[in-house]
C-alpha cells in the first residue's frame, strides 16, 4: 500500500486516495468537430505503461482534490505529485 | 505413554504441568510448552496423515510452520473447529481435540490407499487430463474427488471467537527473534529507533536458544546461554516492544505489513473465553530488519516420505528444545555438516546413531571428525536408493554414488532404524522479501536464492540472507547494520567467538537410485504429493516456465507453500532442461506467508459492523410501523408496511391503490442532494445535464438526465432554482456519492474557469413526499400559511415555507404521476414533521409507502429508475427520451457519443412497454425476450428490466429492453419460461394517465 504525498495534505495512506487513469487527456474544446475515430481515440484510448507512467488521483477521503502523480508501475515507486494545470516536473 | 522418549529435563517445557489432549479420539498427555507434534512423538505416534494423491502414510517432518503433512482438524465438531492447522505449531492445552485429516476411515487403515497402488495412473496432471471431459460431468467427478481427497472440513457454525485489527507505526521493524533479529533489534532501539520486534514461536531465541555445543560458543559460554542472557536483558531496554506468538503474513509496498498475532490459541479452553483471539497487525514501518532465518532442505530420494523420516534440524529440536526423541534407532542422511550437529548433541544425550550417510567424500572439518572420533559409523559417497517400512520407516538401503552423482554403483548396504534425519542444507527464507517486491539472485556455492535488491528501506540479515555460521553472522551483522541505520558503532563488535566453517559442499537435486526413475516415488513436495517424475513428465510434456510447471504438477500448491520442495524443483527442471538455475527464476512466493483465519482479516467488521448502514430521520418511525426494510447502497430504505397477515405482494397492492385514491406518504430522504452555487451554477448544469437549464426560472424544478461521456445514462433526478446562482440537484439514492465524484471531477480538472461550488447536503435534510388526489389537502393542514394553489404554487416549482417557525422547502414535483408534495426540512425535525403529515392525513385514509410501491406507481407512468431499466448501455435515445435532449446546446457530457455510429443505429436495445395477454400473468424480472422459440438457437431480443401488478389498472404491467423495440408497437412477442412460454404485445411504456391529468386533479 503506497503512502502518497498529497499536493494539498501531505503524506496519507493509499487507501484515502481514488486512482483516476491517465493524466494529461484534455477533454476536446468542439467534440462536435470530431470525426468518430478522433472521438473514439479521446474517449476510449489509453496507455497501459510498464514503467513511468502518468496518472489522475483524487483525495477522496481527505481534501478531495484531484492532482496528477508520476508513477513507475513496476514497483510503484511515486516519482513526483502536482496539480492539476501544472506541467509534470519531470519527463 | 512408552517410556523413555523423554529426555533431560528440558529448559522450554514445564514439565510438571501435565496437559490432556485428544488425537484422533484418543487421550494423550504432553506438558506445557509442547507442540501438538512434540507430545505426539513423544508419545510414539509418528503416522498422523495420509497424502493428498495416494494416501501413502505420512508423519511429522519439520518441527515448524514449513510442515507439509501433520496438518490436522481442531475441536470436532463445534463451532471453534479449524481446518489444516500444523500440528508443528500449535501449542497443546488441557482440552485440545485433534484429528487426522484427508484420511477415512481413519489413519491406519485408509480405502484411498488404493491411489498408491493405482499411482502409475495418477501422474502428473491427471486431474486435469481425466476429469476435465466432458465438461458436462465434472460436476459428478467433483463430489468424488472433493470426498476423497479435501484437505479439513471449514466449519458449518459462526465463529464465536473475537478478532480485532490494530495498526502500529513504528521506526524499525524486525522480523524473527533469533540471534541476528534480537541484536539487530537491541541495536536499533538503543539507537533511539522506536523498534517492534517480532517471532512466531512462543520464546525468542530461534535455533541458537538451544544451541548449547561446542561448536558454537560466544565469549566462552555456549551460544545458547549467551542469548539467554541477552534476552533477559531485553526487558530494560526503551523503545523496544516485542510481540511473540506474532507471524507476518504479508509484506507489501511502503514497508506495510501484515501480522497475525495470536493471543489465545495456546490457553486452555475456559481461559480463552472473552477474550480476543488473534489480532491482525497493520504495520507501517520507516525501516524493516528481515531476520527471518532458513529453512532445511529435504533430499530427494526414493521412498522419502515415510513416517520416521524428519528433517534433522527437527529431530535436534525436538530433543534440545522439548526433550523428545523421535527415535531410538537413528540415521542420518546429509550432503552437509549440520547433520552431525544432530548427531552429537543426540549421542551426547544417549541416543543411539546407526550411521551417518554423507553423499560427500570424507570430510575433514573439526565437527566430522568430532563425529568419527565418538565413534559414529559415516558412510562418505554413499547415498540412500530405497526405505523400507510402511506406517513407520524400518530400514534403509544405501549405496556408493557415482562421480557425477548421477549413478550408484556396488552393493547394497541395509541398515535399520526407526528414525531417519535428512538434511539437505538450507533455504533462506525469503518469501517476505520477495513479497515486498525484492529481486533474488543465485549463490551457486551454496545452491541458494539470497536478495540482491532491495525495493524500500529493509535489509536482510542472517541466514535470511545466506549467512550460516555464527562467525559470518555476527561479523556482517556489525558491518551491515551501522550502514543501515547510520550508527558508528554496535555493543556486538568485541565478542569473542568459536564456530565450526562448512569447507566441503555437494548438491544433488535428485539423488539416483538403482531403480530406473519411473520405479521410484522421489516426493519434492510432501503434501501435494508431486515427485521428481512428475516434474519431468511435465518437462516432457512441453511445459518450461517455472510457473506452469507448479500448476500442472501442483508443486508447491498446498497449506506448506512449498517451502520444503520449491528449490529441489527447480533443481530438477534447471537439471532437465538444462537451464542454468540463475536464469530459470523462482515462483512468485505470495502472500499469506503462513495461513491466516477469516476471523483474523475481517476483524470487528462482522455482523451489525459487517458494513455502514445508513438510516433516515424517520427510520424509528417505520420500525414502529412494521415496515420491511431493503438495502439500497448503505441505506436502510422502507420497503413496504404489512399490515397483519399481509404477503408482500398484498401490502404493495393496498398501498399503491391508496396512493392514488386517497394519499400516500413515502420517506425520501435518501435521495442524495448537491447544493450548487456560484456564479456560473447554470452554465454548469448545462453542461451535465442532456436539457437545457440558463432559461429555469427561480424557483422553478426540472427533471435532468446526466450521461456519461460515452453517451450512456448515469443519473437522473429533479433540480431546482433556489435563487438566481443557487440550485439544489437530486440524485438518485445509490448514485449520490459518485455523482457528486464525478461532478467535482469535471470541475477541478476540465472547467477550472467555472465559479461553481459543491457541498453534499444528502443528510441534512429529511424529505416526506405526500402524493395522491388528497395531497393539497393534508400539506395545507400541515402548512396553513403555504398558497397551494395551481396559479400560484404549479406542478415543477418551488416554495420556501415554515413549519412550527422552522425553515423548510417544499416543491411539487412528481415521481408517481399524482400530484404530490415534497417537503424538504432539517433532518432532525423529520420524524415530527412526518407525524404531523400522517395525522393530517388522517382523515384522507394517508397511507404510508415503501420503495416497493414507489416503483409500482412510476412503472405505471412509464419513469426509469436508473440502474434497474438501465445498466450503462443505454442512450437517452434507446430509453425513448428524445424530448430530454436538447438539439440546441452545443455541448453536454456525452453529446458526442450520442450519434457515434454505433449509438445511431435503429436495432438497438429499446425501451418499451411489455403486457401479457392474460392480464393476470406477471413476468418475472429479468426473463429473456424473444420473437420466434422455434428457430435454434434461440435469438433473445432483450430482458424484462421491471414488471408488477397494476392494481390501479388491474392487470400485469412490464417495462423491458428490446431489440429494435421502437419500431415493434403492437408486435407479438415470446417469453419462454422454465415450464411455459408467455405471450406479450410491445406497447407504450406509458400505461396510465398519459395526459397527465392527474398531476393538476
Ligand atoms: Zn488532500
Redesign the pocket.
Known sequence: MFIIN?????E?EQS?FKAGGEAHIERPKQPTELSDDQWAEYLFMRKNIKGIQFERWV?VH????W?NMVRDTTNDQIHAVYKMGEKPPIK | MPKNLRINSSNFIDETTRVSFKFDGKTYYGFKGDTLASALIANGIHLVARSFKYHRPRGIMTAGSEEPNAIVQINGNTAYTEPNVRATEIEIYDGLEASSQNCWPNVNFDIGGINNILSPLLPAGFYYKTFMWPASFWEKYEYFIRKSAGLGKSPTKPDPDLYEHKYIHCDVLVIGGGISGIMAAKTAAENNYKTLLLDEKPHLGGTTIYQSSEFNKINNQYSSKWLENEISNLKNIKNLEIKTRTSVAAYHGYNFLLARENLTDHLPLNKKKDKIRQRLLKIRAKKVIAATGSIERPLIFNNNDRPGIILSSAIKKYSDYYGVVCGKENILFTNNDSAYETAISLFNKGIKINAIIDIREKVNSEITNHAEKIGIKIYNSYTIVDTSGYRRIKEVSIMKLSKDGQSVTGSKIKIKCNCLGISGGWTPAVHLFTQSGGKLKFDNEDNVFIPSKYPSDQISIGSCNGEFDLNTIIKNFNQNIKNFLGIDKTSFEDLKINSTKEILKRNIWLLPSDKAIGKCKPFVDFQNDATAKDIKLALREGFRSIEHVKRYTTTGMGTDQGKLGNMHALGIISDTSGVKMSDLGTTTFRPPYTPLTFGTIVGRNVGEFFDIFRKTPIHDWHVDNNAEFENVGQWKRAWYYPKKGESMFDAVQRESKAARDGAGILDASTLGKIDIQGSDASEFLNRVYTNAWSKLAIGKCRYGLMLNEDGMVYDDGVTTRLNENHYIMTTTTGGAATVLGKLEDYLQTEWPELDVYLTSVTDHFATISVCGPNSKKIVKKVIPDLDLSDEEFPHMSFKNAKIDNIKCRVMRISFTGEQSYEINIQANFGKSVWEKCMEAGKEFNITPYGTETMHLLRAEKGFIIVGQDTDATLTPIDLQMNWIVSKKKYDFIGKRSLYRSDTIREDRKQLVGIVTEDPREVLEEGAQIVADVSKKPVEMLGHITSSYFSPNLNKSIALGVVKGGKNMLGKKLFIPMKNKIISVHVADPVFLDKENKRLNA
Open positions: 498529497c499536493p494539498y495534505c501531505g496519507r484515502e483525495h481527505g481534501c478531495r482534490k492532482f
